[in-house]
Structure formats: structure tokens, C-alpha cells
């Protein structure tokens, strides 16, 4: 079965730090797979996405990710975090039929 | 380009009522599609409407349903409202449906 998991539901970094986020799928065939990021009570932003090729890509406010297709993951990194980057982030992978399989989540907190 | 937008963005309704809730997608986007999220069961896939069709449909009850314009725009419904209902619900447009997906702010729905 389809699925993505997030090992960490809260992390806790500091201001300046880097952060990786860890991020696992389960998908038969070639993944599309995404970052997104949500502010409390509001919808996800897209950070970056991975279609194919070059297995490092780059997303928006200075996040990368790389696709690690012999161990399924697909972490989200990012080398200086900002206080601002606290939120939710979320893995997904795209199944069938226009659907998203999203992971749990990881709550990020950025102590100063 | 103007983003995905979500009416209304707050509700509150009473059990047994119904409710509807409209997604304008990106324009040029023929495929939309609808996400429950709440703290106990994340992100769940409700269904995605492509051309007016509906291509894929989650693991929820016959109370909730949807539909797709002409125009792309879409509406959810879901009747019988119960307790449970109560949620952030997401609507995402994409060009394809296995493109990247944009989700719009969200309509926080309160069921009492």
C-alpha cells in the first residue's frame, strides 16, 4: 500500500541551526513526491517537488531536499533555520487519480 | 495569478444540518480536489474531480459528496452533519492531477 511516514512528529531547533526533516514512502512505481509547510490555520504551501532526474532539489526560503530512492526517503533540509520557518511541515506522494498521500506531519519549534 | 480560494473560510454548524463549500481553483486547473484535516487523523483525501468527472474518491461516507463545474469551480457537500465532521477542509487545484498540487486557505468548519 501507498504511504509516507514522518518519524518526527516535533522537532525543536535553534534559531541559526540546521534542520533536516526525515520523510519514508512506500510506492510501487516511480514517486512524485512533495514538501509542503502550513502556518497554524492555514492551507500548505508548496516548498519543492521531485518528478524525476536530478535526485537534489531546491525549493522556496532556502529549503532543499534530496530523493534517496535505495532507502525511500525523501528528507527535507535546510542549512540556517530562521524563526520564521516554525510551522508544520509535510511529506506526500502523489497515488492515483489526483490523490495525495501525505505523511503526519513534523511540528517544527526555532528556539532563539 | 490569483491562488486557490476557499468560501467560506469559517462556518459553524449545528448537527443534522448540511453544508457546502465552494473551491475556486487556479485558473487553467481542471483538476481539484478535496482534503479533511484534523489533529487525530491528519490529512485524509476526500475525492478529486478532473473535467467535471469524478477520477477518485477516499474512504468516507455517502453524507459527503462533491461536484465540478464547467468553470472548473467545485463544491463539497456534506449533510447529516455530525460531531465528528468538524475539520479544516482543504481544496487543492492542479493542471493534471499528478502535477504539483495548490491548496487554497481552507474552510474551518465547527460542528456543534
Known amino acids: 500500500a501507498q504511504s509516507v511516514t514522518q518519524p518526527d512528529i516535533h522537532i525543536t531547533v535553534s534559531e541559526g541551526a540546521s534542520l533536516e526533516l526525515r520523510c519514508n514512502y512506500s510506492y510501487g512505481a516511480t514517486p512524485y513526491l512533495f514538501w509542503y509547510v502550513q502556518s497554524p490555520g492555514q492551507g500548505l504551501q508548496l516548498l519543492l517537488k521531485?518528478?524525476?532526474?536530478?535526485?537534489l532539489v531546491q525549493g522556496i526560503k532556502g529549503f532543499e531536499a534530496e530523493f534517496k530512492r535505495s532507502q525511500s526517503s525523501f528528507n527535507l533540509r535546510k542549512p540556517s533555520v530562521h524563526w520564521s520557518d516554525a510551522a508544520e511541515y509535510f511529506c506526500a506522494v502523489a497515488g492515483e487519480g489526483g490523490k495525495l498521500i501525505f505523511g503526519q506531519g513534523t511540528e517544527l519549534s526555532v528556539k532563539p | 495569478k490569483a491562488g486557490v480560494t476557499q468560501t467560506p473560510r469559517y462556518l459553524i454548524k449545528t448537527r443534522g444540518q448540511q453544508v457546502t463549500l465552494s473551491c475556486s481553483p487556479i485558473?487553467?486547473?481542471?483538476?481539484v480536489s478535496w482534503y479533511q484535516q484534523t489533529p487525530g487523523q491528519g490529512l485524509q483525501f476526500l475525492f478529486e474531480?478532473?473535467?467535471?468527472?469524478?477520477?477518485n474518491k477516499g474512504n468516507f461516507p455517502g453524507r459527503f459528496s462533491g461536484r465540478q463545474f464547467s468553470n472548473s469551480r467545485s463544491e463539497m457537500n456534506v449533510s447529516t452533519l455530525e460531531l465528528g465532521d468538524s475539520a479544516l477542509y482543504l481544496c487543492?487545484?492542479?493542471?493534471?492531477?499528478?502535477?504539483?498540487?495548490?491548496f487554497g486557505q481552507g474552510t474551518r468548519l465547527t460542528v456543534v
Open positions: 521531485y518528478f524525476s532526474g536530478d535526485t
Open positions: 474531480y478532473f473535467s467535471e468527472t469524478q477520477r
Open positions: 487543492a487545484s492542479s493542471s493534471t492531477g499528478r502535477s504539483e498540487a495548490f
Open positions: 485558473s487553467g486547473h481542471r483538476s
